[in-house]
């Protein structure tokens, strides 16, 4: 499975952007999110998505962003509104694939190559 996302860039303060990212090859899809880390910091969940869409956002980005799929195109969207500079860092795109194992099915993380998002005052 590969990753492929896109959409990153220089925006002003108070702009918008909006990241893709699409997963490649026949696959059973569950969860799909973005994380972000910033240069100096740990990196952390910004929004996640399930298989029934359901979405949970961090509290810093509530209300500006907007987390979407198209489960026929194997693909994650953020919308980001209103951004601030404090949302500059590499957006990273994660993919749950479901699995078979045995018997058992699971869920495998596959995460995309990251796409840098700058915000300037």
């Known amino acids: 499975v590969q990753l492929q996302a896109s959409g990153g860039g220089l925006v002003q303060a108070g702009g918008s952007l909006r990241l893709s990212c699409a997963a490649s090859g026949s696959v059973n899809i569950n969860a799909m999110g973005w994380y972000r880390q910033a240069p100096g910091k740990q990196r952390e969940p910004v929004a996640t998505v399930t298989s029934g869409g359901s979405t949970n956002y961090a509290d810093s980005v509530k209300g500006r962003f907007t987390i979407s799929r198209d489960n026929a195109k194997n693909t994650v969207y953020l919308q980001m509104n209103s951004a601030k500079p404090e949302d500059t860092a590499v957006y990273y795109c994660?993919?749950?694939?479901?699995?078979?194992?045995?018997?058992?099915?699971?869920?495998?993380?596959?995460w995309g190559q990251g796409t840098q998002v700058t915000v300037s005052s």
């Open positions: 994660n993919v749950g694939v479901i699995k078979l194992f045995g018997s058992k099915w699971y869920s495998e993380d596959y």
